[in-house]
């Protein structure tokens, strides 16, 4: 299982970005995909999560209305698209797979098999 985040950078805040998450070693239908981020000094949260068998999303308060996590089963991506992006949403952003999802533990990091490498955003005038 492998995973390959990008799509980060450098926005100015009410800006937006999408980041990607490309998959390999398993297909979509099989794991829930969730989105962290770690702010400098901070512990690692959960941002959106993704269920495989219905497509359920959930969402931190903090990035509800503003984010939306997608896919595309065809290319095996999944994609975090950020709006109104705000400094406070500086962080490394990674992207993660969970074979045995609970939905209500979905922001738990313990919930999560395999990690990929994450991607820097972040938000700056």
């Known amino acids: 299982v492998q995973l390959q985040a990008s799509g980060g950078g450098l926005v100015q805040p009410g800006g937006s970005l999408r980041l990607s998450c490309a998959v390999s070693?398993?297909?979509?239908?099989?794991?829930?995909i969730g989105w962290f981020r770690q702010a400098p000094g901070k512990e690692r949260e959960g941002v959106s999560c993704?269920?495989?068998?219905?497509?359920?999303?959930y969402y931190a308060d903090s990035v509800k209305g503003r984010f939306t996590i997608s896919r595309d089963v065809a290319k095996n991506i999944v994609y975090l698209q950020m709006n109104s992006l705000k400094p406070d949403d500086t962080a490394v952003y990674y992207c993660?797979?969970?074979?045995?999802?609970?939905?209500?533990?979905?922001?738990?990091?313990?919930?999560?098999?395999?990690w990929g490498q994450g991607t820097q955003v972040t938000v700056s005038s």
């Open positions: 993660a797979t969970s074979l045995s999802l609970v939905p209500a533990l979905w922001s738990l990091l313990a919930e999560y098999n395999s």
């Open positions: 993704m269920r495989s068998s219905d497509g359920a999303t």
């Open positions: 070693g398993f297909t979509l239908d099989w794991a829930a």
